[in-house]
């Protein structure tokens, strides 16, 4: 099978997640799709690794999962945080950080 | 010894400056006590620097390093020679006489141990300024005066004419200040120390116009503290201090700190034509505008500042002359010192006897209610206009004969400036004591306390035979020789001609007054239709005015636009920046709205710049 098919599926993946984290307002979705984007450039890694034939991408892509993980961890917190003060996942709501 | 000279009205002025009302009730006794004591040492040390041979005369004493930076060494250390000793003398004979007067002159005002406190500052300024060994020191002494005589003058300071009056004297003293600031550093420049002795050892081998640069310099700062044309102004408005205090600026201290200069710095003046031509001529305006000044004013501690201007022009154009001028510019300071200190402490007892006023359209006929106050004005107004065998005489005529020695237009001047000192002398005396009483209402004349009136007979003996024991018994030219040296005067005119004229002059002079106000009455009010000539004396000649155009409005004008230029161009750049940097900030803090959704989007738009980049960089 063409390896590029899997750099096209991982580009296609990105810029779905990109897509639901630009438009979203429900947290979780937002979290979803920085998942979908996390593995999104997971499969990429993976097939650069394989089309040439080294390490590297295989490595990458383990320090991401890793981070991943530790990422869910701390931002479920802040959003079920978030949600029990103020009765709503929705992200637009919590702006009160700004000028 | 010298210290204690200066110490002791120093530690009065202290401890009644610093002490607080605790000092009221003793502290003008401290301060009599302490200039007194001042002047026993003085005498005392006199009386050693007579008994000793001439050459061991001089004395100094050396108290510490005051300033020491590499080649700039300033000694703290003081020098008495027999000129030095001459002024101490004065300044604390005269002083003391004025601080035993102030006591009943001042006894109702509230602040008189302030007063006293002063007056003890003044007297110890005035000595560190005469015994100090180098140019530095004599310049702390000269800026102490400065700041002694703006306290002084300014006493009265909940009256604005006399805190003006304080102000002016400060300023205008400024003006001469910068030019004895310039001397000292031309001198250090030019000679290294600024030790008289090594001022004076060095100035044969400078260069003639440094030494003539010099001698300008210092000439400046002669007519700032002794209020010489054209820094003539400040004496006139001085007035407004209390009488003593003028009787202590004009006659003891202050303005003679002026000739005290030149003929400590005799050694530039000597090298320099140019110099003492300017001295002379300076001395020669001022002793004519300051007569022309006294015709005319009817404060008669106006009129006698007029007259003191004019006194002193005549010491600072004696000591213009050189060798032959020196010795007779410091005798004429001395007999002037007594006489026109006992004209103004009788001055001051005609204003304590009339309710403080001091225009003398309200006087007349005095005499009869003031005895003591008359007579003793009368030996000073007989020593200041030069009749023998009173004080004045003696020092005025060697003065007029010197000068008619040096140039003839020079002697001229001086005696018309001794014809024009009888007219005005006898004005004030005939508007004073003689003629109808023109008193206010509810005035009534009456003689001062014993405490003012016998200062005032002192001082009058001296103008009487003040003149004769310095000249027969102090033999004052041989006096002053060592530390001055001394000329007969070549060319002039015998003595047996001039003084025959000089009298005449002054008989002349005194006559014409006599006939224009002592024969006829005086009005009360000063009349308005006057030649031109009166209206300019009235006004100072015009002196204020010509500072005001001269100096003070273009100065204001050019303040004004200093601001203007500091408002709108300094303040507009700097406030310009600041304000762009605000308003850019203020719009640009408006993308951080909150909204992560936008920041996302920051983050990919930039990710995607970055990675556009780095593809067209490959390419």
């Not at chain 2, 009787?247 to 200069?261: E, F, Q, R, S």
Request: hydrophobic share 55%; charged share 10%; aromatic share 12%.
């Amino acid at each position: 099978m063409n390896p590029n098919n899997y750099l096209l599926l991982a580009a296609i993946l990105f810029t779905i997640g990109a897509y639901g984290v630009l438009v979203r307002r429900n947290a979780i979705i937002v979290f979803l799709s920085v998942e979908l984007m996390l593995n999104a450039a997971n499969l990429a890694f993976v097939a650069a690794a394989r089309n040439t034939g080294t390490l590297d991408g295989l490595v990458a892509a383990f320090f991401v999962m890793v981070v991943a993980a530790a990422e869910v961890v701390v931002g479920l917190a802040i959003i079920v945080t978030i949600f029990r003060t103020r009765r709503s996942a929705s992200i637009d709501e919590a702006s009160l950080m700004k000028y | 010894m010298i210290a204690a000279l200066i110490g002791l009205p120093l530690l009065g002025a202290v401890v009644l400056l610093l002490g607080g009302r605790r000092t009221n009730a003793w502290g003008h006794l401290l301060a009599v006590v302490m200039s007194a004591s001042s002047f026993f040492i003085a005498a005392m040390l006199f009386m050693q620097m007579v008994g000793k041979p001439e050459e061991e005369r001089e004395i100094g004493q050396f108290l510490f390093d005051w300033i020491a930076v590499g080649a700039f060494q300033i000694p703290f250390g003081f020098y008495l020679d027999q000129l030095a000793i001459v002024f101490v003398l004065l300044i604390t004979g005269v002083g003391t006489l004025i601080h035993i007067y102030s006591i009943g002159y001042m006894a109702h005002d509230p602040n008189r141990r302030q007063f006293f406190g002063y007056l003890n500052l003044f007297i110890a300024s005035m000595l560190l300024l005469v015994l100090a060994d180098n140019y530095f020191l004599l310049y702390l002494g000269w800026e102490s005066v400065g700041l002694a005589s703006y306290l002084l003058i300014s006493f009265y300071q909940q009256k604005p004419s006399a805190a003006a009056a304080g102000k002016k004297a400060f300023i205008v003293n400024r003006v001469g200040d910068v030019g004895l600031a310039l001397a000292i550093l031309l001198m250090f420049v030019t000679f290294g120390t600024l030790s008289f002795e090594g001022v004076a050892a060095g100035a044969g081998l400078a260069a003639p116009t440094t030494v003539t640069w010099i001698g300008l310099a210092l000439l400046l700062a002669a007519c700032g503290k002794s209020a010489q044309f054209p820094l003539q102004s400040w004496l006139l408005d001085a007035m407004e201090g209390p009488t003593p205090v003028s009787a202590l600026i004009h006659a003891a201290t202050m303005v003679t700190a002026g000739v005290y200069l030149i003929v400590r710095a005799h050694a530039i003046f000597d090298l320099s034509e140019t110099a003492r031509t300017a001295v002379v001529i300076v001395g020669a305006i001022t002793l004519l505008l300051g007569a022309f000044i006294g015709t005319a004013k009817d404060d008669i501690k106006k009129g006698l500042a007029g007259s003191t201007m004019s006194q002193i022009g005549y010491m600072i154009l004696a000591a213009g002359l050189g060798p032959v001028g020196y010795v007779f510019a410091i005798f004429h300071l001395l007999t002037h010192g007594m006489f026109k200190a006992g004209l103004f402490l009788g001055a001051g007892s005609v204003m304590h006897g009339m309710h403080d006023d001091v225009n003398m359209r309200h006087y007349g006929a005095l005499r009869t209610m003031m005895k003591v106050t008359y007579a003793t004005f009368a030996l000073g107004f007989l020593a200041i206009i030069g009749v023998p065998p009173f004080a004045g005489f003696w020092s005025k005529d060697e003065i007029i004969h010197a000068a008619f020695g040096q140039n003839l237009f020079i002697g001229l001047a001086t005696l018309l400036g001794a014809g024009v000192t009888a007219f005005y002398m006898t004005r004030m005396m005939a508007m004073t004591f003689f003629g109808e009483a023109r008193w206010e209402q509810d005035v009534k004349p009456h003689e001062s306390p014993a405490v003012m009136t016998i200062p005032m007979i002192v001082l009058a003996l001296g103008s009487a035979f003040g003149g004769m024991a310095m000249l027969f018994i102090g033999d004052i030219e041989h006096w002053l020789e060592p530390v001055t040296g001394f000329a007969y005067p070549q060319n002039s005119v015998s003595k047996a001609v001039l003084i025959p004229i000089t009298l005449a002059v002054i008989l002349g002079g005194a006559g014409y007054a006599w006939l224009c106000y002592g024969r006829r009455p005086i009005p009360v009010d000063a009349p308005t239709n006057v030649s031109l000539l009166t209206k300019a004396a009235r006004a100072d000649a015009y002196g204020d005015a010509i500072n005001e155009s001269l100096f003070m409005r273009p100065g204001q004008y050019l303040t004004r636009s200093l601001t203007w230029f500091d408002a709108k161009a300094i303040d507009g750049f700097v406030g310009g920046i600041a304000a762009a940097v605000g308003g850019l900030s203020a719009r640009s803090r408006r993308l951080q709205n909150g909204y992560v959704r936008s920041y996302a989007l920051t983050m990919f738009g930039g990710a995607t710049l970055i990675a556009l980049i780095l593809l067209l960089v490959r390419l």
